[in-house]
């Protein structure tokens, strides 16, 4: 079930009331339950390979530390790491030619079950197979015991919240808090509903009203020039922030409700002076976990310099690829290496002549724009659905930009936005560009819950009629990142 859909609402109503019924020692047995019917709700199959991978690790993180060699711990990581990766690398070489059967299908022209073909691509998988490996990994490396007891081993790799985007968890974080007796918090609690509140707005009011647009210019790219790439690519740019970071503020205020702290996912991402500072405050737990098991152990920063900068590409072509086989991912990892590449020698050459402990790294207005100028260049490729497509957005970028009036009316046209509907994203993009700002220098939702109640109030029912009258109606959509 997904976070946007009525059966979620009175799914997690139902959990929650009955979690605080049920005694402490029976709480890691209900929630993994509901995490199970959560998961098998969307295809009874899921639960088979979700199963799978949490036994294989928990059984070889235990042999692992119970090993007398470093042979035998190697060996014992390989057995668990090495068949993850491979399902995840069939995953995403062969998920082209699964969708094209799954269209074929829907056409009625294979008469193939839809089952046998769709249960090929359960959801969330690339996130529960990077949270096992990561626990795995830490196991090889001493920095956490090998957990002993299955069954919260088994909730900290299915906890519902989390399981189908992230943020993506590690063990010694988590663990303890799902053994922890957690009394009902009241605190805890209002303050995961509001941030649930504010990730509904996200996805509904902005990303899923700003997807229509882009969707429609993306996918039949070839049909326009001009003016209007640029805006739907700030649009996408906007819409998949929202679409993601609306999942991780619905999924961290969910497990609030059960007093689970989850990471933080995003750090007003957009407000980044500079590449390097925009993935550490984008999908950090992604992020961050590429490079503690994947940048580091190639070396990191403590080789020599073009080593580093080897490392650099390897890790975000590993990260383009882990979004998809598509050659527009690889691109776009590819582009944010380079990117990585020229700030990181840039940066060096710059401290290598200046005295590092009286010059500080200044940041200049300047570089925000063109931090996310760069950005929304490297999502065209995200988004796009082919080379070409996304070739040809670039190359139309200013198409007749000579005539502006013609380039500007044209790019009006192609929208097919009302005035009034324009004004409601622009507004609500306002919104989103003052929270994050606050953001960069407090808790939001904290401190505006110290305010009066006739001052509070008001927002927050203004905020649920806001997602109620303006949220698109009908099917609930799917989260950006639940293909991935």
Known sequence: ????????????????????????????????????????????????????????????????????????????????????VLIL?????????????????????????????????????????????????????????????????????????????????????????????????????????????????????????????????????????????????????IEIYCDFSGYSDIAIGCAKLFGIDLMTNFKSPYFSFSIKEFWSRWHISLSSWFRDYVYIPLGGNRVPRWRNYLNLLLTFLVSGFWHGSSLTYLLWGGIHGILQIIETFISTSYYKEKNKESVKRQKRWWQLPLTFTLLCFTWIFFRANTIEDAIWVISRLFWNLSDFGSYLQTAIICLGV??????????????????????????????????????????YVLFLVVIVLFAPKGVATEFIYFQF
């Not at 805890?188 to 509904?204: D, E, H, N, Q, V």
């Not at 004004?423 to 505006?448: N, P």
């Open 418 to 459: 009302s005035p009034a509907a324009a004004m409601g994203m622009i507004l609500s993009v306002l919104v989103l560009a003052v929270y994050d700002f606050a953001a960069l220098k407090c808790d939001v939702i904290a401190a505006f819950s110290k305010q009066k109640c006739f001052i509070r109030w008001p927002v």
């Open 89 to 237: 690398l069939f995953y995403k070489t062969a998920s082209p030619v699964i969708e094209r059967l799954n269209l074929l299908i829907d056409a009625g022209r294979l008469s193939i079950q839809p089952l046998t073909v769709r249960i090929l691509l359960p959801a969330g998988v690339s996130f529960y197979f990077f949270q096992s490996m990561g626990y795995l990994i830490d196991v090889y490396r001493g920095k956490i015991k090998a957990e002993r007891h299955f069954g919260y081993y088994a909730l900290f790799v299915s906890f519902f919240p989390q399981l189908l985007a992230g943020p993506i968890g590690r063990a010694d974080s988590l663990l303890p808090q799902y053994k922890k007796k957690r009394p009902f918090d009241y605190a805890s609690a209002t303050y995961g509903l509001k941030l649930m509140t504010w990730g509904y707005f996200k996805k509904l009011v902005i990303a899923d009203v700003f997807a229509g647009i882009v969707n429609k210019i993306y996918d039949n790219a070839h049909a326009y020039v001009g003016l209007v790439f640029l805006i739907v690519t700030v649009m996408f740019a």
């Open 1 to 84: 079930m997904l976070f946007n859909s009525v059966s979620f609402g009175i799914f997690i109503i139902i959990v929650w009331i009955l979690y605080y019924l049920v005694p402490h020692k029976y709480r890691w047995i209900f929630l993994l339950a509901a995490s199970y019917v959560f998961y098998m709700n969307l295809h009874i199959g899921y639960g088979i390979l979700l199963f799978a991978a949490t036994a294989l690790t928990y059984l070889l993180a235990r042999r692992l530390e119970a090993a007398q060699t470093d042979a035998a711990k190697k060996r014992c990581l390989l057995g668990g790491v090495l068949p993850l």
